[in-house]
């Protein structure tokens, strides 16, 4: 497979998140067109504020700060810092990365496990939570909520842009910027893919943990 092949394939699958064995989401997902629910449901203009806690990633690349933003997207903020304060990302893996397109993703407990097939599939026990969109543009360093084909399904798993993606703009959940270890993540999504896969590392790509740390702290 070419490499403009497999760019335009996982650029689809990624626009759409859809989590069957080679999705970027967490289920079956399709395309959401341009002009689908409009801008009706898009938070405009406003700044994104810090929450008084970041998230520290600790990864076996090094570590990656987020800066939160609960005013664009408080569902996703309260869930995302109630599954690092329980422990649940711990042990999880980045199992889907593209150096090319800039992205990485992680946050399923699926990838705990050794079956590398069932990675990208799962989800919390928590309930899924409802779109969160923004006008915030998916710009290097931007963390996004992937979720399944329903606008309503965000959940667990989360990605970093590390490039500009102006197709993801408006479609998926904006909730946090890295602020610190952008170049560990870039370090990540260069790692050895999986033979015949298009997005899966070769090796596990471990998080170690995510903890919770004062926003102050960091610069």
Known sequence: M?????????????????????????????????????????KAGIKPEADAEAAVIETDF???VIELYPNLAPQMVAR????????????????????????????????KDNDPAN??????????????FSDIEYVRGTVGAARSQSEDSANSQFY???????????????????????????IISTAPLAEGTQDRPADKILVKSITLAPRANFK
């Not at 490499?3 to 080679?22: K, P, T």
């Open 160 to 186: 970093i842009t590390l490039k500009r993606q102006p197709a993801f703009d408006k479609r998926y959940t904006v909730f946090g910027r890295v602020i610190e270890g952008i170049n560990n993540a870039d």
């Open 62 to 64: 090094g570590r990656i």
């Open 80 to 111: 995302f810092k109630k599954l690092a304060g329980e422990g649940f990302y711990n042990g999880t893996a980045i199992h889907r990365i593209d150096p090319e397109l800039g992205i990485i993703q992680g946050g399923d407990p699926n990838s």
């Open 119 to 132: 990675d990208g599939m799962g989800s919390s026990a928590e309930p899924n939570l409802p779109a969160e």
């Open 2 to 42: 070419n490499r403009n092949f497999r760019r335009g394939a996982f650029a689809l699958l990624c626009l759409a998140f859809a989590l069957s064995a080679l999705a970027c989401g967490q289920a079956s997902n399709s395309n959401r067109g341009a002009g689908d629910a409009g801008d009706a449901n898009v």
